[in-house]
């Protein structure tokens, strides 16, 4: 069974601070991909990583899959209240387009 | 439609009762998937359709548990003699399958279900 931990599981944090959130699996992936869901609404992709060690960058969001294709990051620069919300990861196996979603993360940042 | 739409949006039952949720997804998008999300948690995996086909049906919890799809279109998840643990939100995404979107699911608002 593929299985895709997050941590932290819950993150309050002041309006600036930097922070990190971890995907981690025992599973080779052949894609990883990022989602940020508000509440009462479906999650929404803030962007997908295909090969080991790349990095994307969308603003002030970093990310970066393992060379092995089992973990990933999320590394959010001077965070702002825009950011609270559930971080999912998700990753997909080349073949079946079966997506498998993390355990979440739930960030919560303070004015 | 312009986006995926999920029906009912709150759905309250009594233990025992069968229920049946609507997934309508994005014109064209050939997959459809169905996750199960509780208490604001991951997203856990209950079955994917390519066409009318499921290739993947292993989440689906018990046999209480069916779905079908017409058309390459709408589809139905229903859960016969629901249980308390049943209550959970329900999530329905499809992709397209081609093109520079291929690989992203675009999810529907969900369908909360509460089983008293």
């Known amino acids: 069974t593929q299985l895709l931990e997050q941590s932290p599981q819950f993150l309050s944090i002041q309006e600036g601070e930097n922070l990190t959130v971890y995907c981690n699996s025992s599973s080779v992936f052949s894609s990883l991909q990022w989602y940020r869901q508000e509440p009462g609404e479906g999650p929404v992709l803030l962007v997908t990583v295909v090969t080991g060690g790349e990095v994307k960058k969308l603003k002030r969001l970093t990310f970066q899959f393992g060379d092995a294709r089992k973990d990933s990051s999320l590394h959010i620069t001077a965070a702002q209240p825009g950011d609270t919300g559930l971080y999912l990861c998700?990753?997909?196996?080349?073949?079946?387009?079966?997506?498998?979603f993390g355990t979440g993360t739930r960030l919560k940042v303070l004015a | 439609g312009a986006g995926v739409s999920q029906s009912p949006s709150n759905k309250v039952t009594e233990k025992g009762k069968d229920v049946e949720l609507r997934c309508d997804p994005i014109s064209g998008h050939t997959a459809l998937y169905w996750y199960r999300q509780s208490l604001g948690q991951g997203l856990e995996f209950l079955i994917y359709f390519q066409g009318n086909s499921a290739p993947d049906k292993s989440g689906l919890p018990s046999d209480r548990f069916s779905a079908e799809r017409t058309g390459g279109s709408v589809s139905t998840l229903t859960i016969q003699r629901t249980q308390q643990e049943d209550s959970a939100v329900y999530l329905c995404?499809?992709?397209?399958?081609?093109?520079?979107?291929?690989?992203?699911?675009?999810f529907g608002a969900g369908s909360r279900l509460t089983v008293l």
């Open positions: 995404a499809s992709r397209h399958g081609q093109g520079i979107s291929a690989n992203v699911l675009t």
């Open positions: 998700a990753g997909g196996t080349s073949g079946t387009y079966k997506y498998i």
